[in-house]
Every structure is written in structure tokens, then in C-alpha cells.
């Protein structure tokens, strides 16, 4: 397919299609952590994160959560709507981990209730820095109402996917969100959603099963990927494109 490609970010590539708005996404075996510092090609994570991440957002669309998603294209592929990225991470914390630790002395583990929800500013020069509204206002990157409504979904999706990692045997720790524009002005569930963008812990063992082995481990993480794939029930559709 020559199509014109939009945008290649740290782990996918989004290229136009025929259709002006349907794009279609490519998941690159590319892994990096603490803003792209860390680097290596992981042969096979950009199949585990397209199946998983078509899997989840399927499972949400079961549960009456719209997203981009359309369709799982091929192993590495998948067919989105075409929106406008926010450029904010809406970030879920239902225990606390990783940053909101450093930042705050809370103790790792402990559970946050109600869940906290930040605003990170998506902008890999200043380090993706955290935003309070009045910063979001400043810089005219949503309007209070989109914030509002960013919150309300992203409190939807994370009850969605606690039920569906809880039968997957899993602790949803905390996890990250993009949301785009549609034309007529929507806010949509968009970018992906995965082992990457999620911190997962057994509820057996406690055992990480996400991106944390690649940050902090010394491997494996196919293997893990694989393991969530399998937990939430194989590839989208029992198919084999
Ligand atoms: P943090 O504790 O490092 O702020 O990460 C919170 C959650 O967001 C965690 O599940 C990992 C995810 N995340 C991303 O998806 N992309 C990022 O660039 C960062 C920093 C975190
Ligand atoms: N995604 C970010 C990076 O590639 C950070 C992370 O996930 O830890 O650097």
C-alpha cells in the first residue's frame, strides 16, 4: 500500500487510506521508555500490541465504550476513524506507581480512592511535564467542558477494563488515554490501549506483566505481552489474517 504516512511516533506509524477517514496504523517493534532514552527493536511486541490493543478495544466497545478503533487489519495493523490528538495524556491511577510515587511520597501499592486522574502535556522536548487546568487553559489545549468530559470517559474505561483485567486474574494499577477530535468536533477514545499504556500486576504473585520490564527489568517482555494476549483470550476474532 503506497498511502501517504501522517505521523511515525516512538511505536507506531498512522498512514491515510482511500478512504479520507479511516486511517490505517502500524505497531512497530520498537520499545522506549524515559522519553525515548532507553531504545531497543523487540522482535514481534508490534503484533502483541496490535492484537491486545484491538482485543481491548473491542472489549470496551462490548461494554458500550466508543473508540477510533474500526478493525484489525493484520498481525501489525489496525483501521481507526481519523481524529484530531489532544495533545494531552489522560493518566488513571487506581494504585499508586511509578511517577505520582517520586512525585508525591506516596508509598508504592498504596490504593488511591477515587482513583486519581492527571494531565500530562504531550510534548517529548519539555519531557511530557504533568498540567493543572488553569495550564491547560493557558496554552488552549482543551476547554474546561472537554476536560470534564476526557474525565468522565476515562472514569468509564476504567471501570470497563478493571472488570476485564480482574477475570483476566490482574490488578489495574494505572494506565494512560489519548483522546482525538472527530470533524464534527467529538471527543473520542483513540491512540491504544496496551501492556505499553497500562501498569498490570498479577493478583497472585504481584508480579509486573507490563512496559515496567522493559523500564526497569532485563527482559522478557514478549513473553509477558504474550501472556496478557493469552489471559484476555488470544487474538481478536479467533482469526488469522
Ligand atoms: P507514570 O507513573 O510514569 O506517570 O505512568 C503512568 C501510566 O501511564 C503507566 O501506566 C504508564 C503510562 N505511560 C504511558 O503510556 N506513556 C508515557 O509516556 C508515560 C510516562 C506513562
Ligand atoms: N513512552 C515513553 C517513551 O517512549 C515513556 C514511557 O513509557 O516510559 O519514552
Known amino acids: 500500500m503506497g498511502q501517504r ?6 511505536a507506531k506509524q498512522v498512514f491515510e487510506t482511500e478512504e479520507p477517514d479511516v486511517l490505517r496504523i502500524v505497531y512497530k517493534d520498537e520499545a522506549t521508555a524515559f522519553n ?6 523487540l522482535e514481534g511486541k508490534g503484533r502483541l500490541n496490535n492484537e491486545i ?3 481491548l478495544f473491542q472489549l470496551l466497545q462490548e461494554k458500550g465504550i466508543q ?6 487489519l493484520s498481525d501489525t495493523e489496525q483501521l481507526v476513524r ?4 489532544v495533545p494531552l495524556e489522560v493518566v488513571v491511577r487506581n494504585t499508586a506507581a511509578g511517577s505520582i510515587v517520586r512525585r508525591t511520597g506516596l508509598a508504592r501499592g498504596t490504593v488511591l480512592q477515587p482513583p486519581v486522574i492527571e494531565f500530562y502535556y504531550k510534548q517529548d522536548d519539555l519531557g511530557d ?7 491547560i487553559a493557558q496554552l488552549q489545549l482543551a476547554w474546561p467542558w472537554e476536560l470534564r468530559s476526557m474525565e468522565d470517559m476515562a472514569r468509564a474505561v476504567n471501570s470497563a477494563l478493571l472488570d476485564v483485567f480482574a477475570d483476566a486474574g490482574l490488578d489495574l494499577v494505572d494506565f494512560k488515554l489519548e483522546f482525538g477530535r472527530t470533524p464534527d468536533g467529538e471527543l473520542m ?4 490501549v496496551s501492556p505499553d499504556t497500562c501498569r498490570l500486576w498479577d493478583q497472585e504473585t ?5 512496559k515496567d520490564v522493559f523500564r526497569f527489568g532485563d527482559g522478557g517482555l514478549q513473553d509477558v505481552y504474550e501472556q496478557i494476549l493469552q489471559r484476555l483470550g488470544g487474538t481478536p476474532d479467533g482469526e488469522n489474517v
Open 5 to 10: 504516512c501522517l505521523y511515525e511516533g516512538k
Open 36 to 41: 525515548g532514552e532507553k531504545k531497543e527493536v
Open 53 to 55: 490493543s484491538s482485543r
Open 67 to 72: 473508540s477510533h478503533f474500526v478493525r484489525r
Open 82 to 85: 481519523r481524529v484530531d490528538i
Open 129 to 135: 511535564p504533568l498540567l493543572n487546568e488553569a495550564h
Open 189 to 192: 477514545l483513540a491512540d491504544e
Open 206 to 210: 504481584g508480579e509486573s506483566l507490563d
